[in-house]
Each structure stands twice: as C-alpha cells, then as structure tokens.
C-alpha cells in the first residue's frame, strides 16, 4: 500500500522557519510530479508548491514565492519543503501529495490531478 508521511510542523513565530519533509513507502515515485497543498481553517485547500519528477522545475503559489523552497530526494523517495519569514497567513494544516500520471511534463496546481495524499501536519505561525 502506498503511504505518504509528513512530518516538521509547529508553532513558530512570525518571521521564524520551518521545514516539512514526506517520506513516501510502497512505490517509488521517481517519475512523478510531487506537491504540497494546505488547508487552512475556513478555506479549501489549495496548491502551494510543487517540483517536477526531473527536479528541474518547481511552481509555487505566489503568495510564498521567494519565502518557500520544494526539493526532493529520490534516492529516499522524500519531498521537503523549506518555509522561511513565515507570516500568520501561512497557519494551516500542509500536506503532501503524488501526481496521479507519471512522466508529466507540466506540474499541475489542481488538488484533483493527485492521487496520495499524506495525513497533514500543521503549521501554525503567531502574530
């Protein structure tokens, strides 16, 4: 069975750092597209960022362009994200997900082209 953990949230004040990491278990995801999302209170969940299965190119939300950095490490079939200057906005619960088709030129932003989804980890950043 294919499984998705993430693991590195907290609470950490405004400006602080954090770094989420997803280990994935049961398939070698090499050849996909990987992305975190979050979900925040009140709101649906949207895209934050995402790295291609070449690990060329990366996509992110614009909100946390130039804050936050998505890299990958298929050797250990794991997907990081690095969050620095953290603003109150960025509180949610983030999680990892897996593209549904491997060998995908573009990475998609739509939480429906994902098919593994991790459990979620939460972030929460104070004023």
């Known amino acids: 069975q294919v499984q998705l953990v993430e693991s590195g949230g907290g609470l950490v004040q405004a400006g602080g750092s954090l770094t989420l990491s997803c280990k994935a278990s049961?398939?070698?995801?090499?050849?996909?597209?990987m992305g975190w999302f979050r979900h925040a209170p009140g709101k649906e969940r949207v895209f934050v960022a995402g790295?291609?299965?070449?690990?060329?190119?990366?996509v992110y939300e614009d909100s946390v362009k130039g804050r936050f950095t998505i890299s990958r490490d298929n050797a250990k079939n794991t997907v990081q994200l690095q969050m620095n200057s953290l603003k109150p906005e960025d509180t949610a619960v983030y999680y990892c997900?897996?593209?549904?088709?491997?060998?995908?030129?573009?990475?998609?932003?739509?939480?429906?082209?994902?098919?593994?989804w991790g459990q979620g980890t939460q972030v929460t950043v104070s004023s």
């Open positions: 997900a897996v593209e549904s088709y491997p060998f995908l030129t573009v990475v998609r932003r739509n939480a429906l082209d994902y098919e593994y």
């Open positions: 049961g398939r070698n995801f090499g050849a996909h597209n």
């Open positions: 790295i291609s299965w070449k690990a060329g190119s990366t």
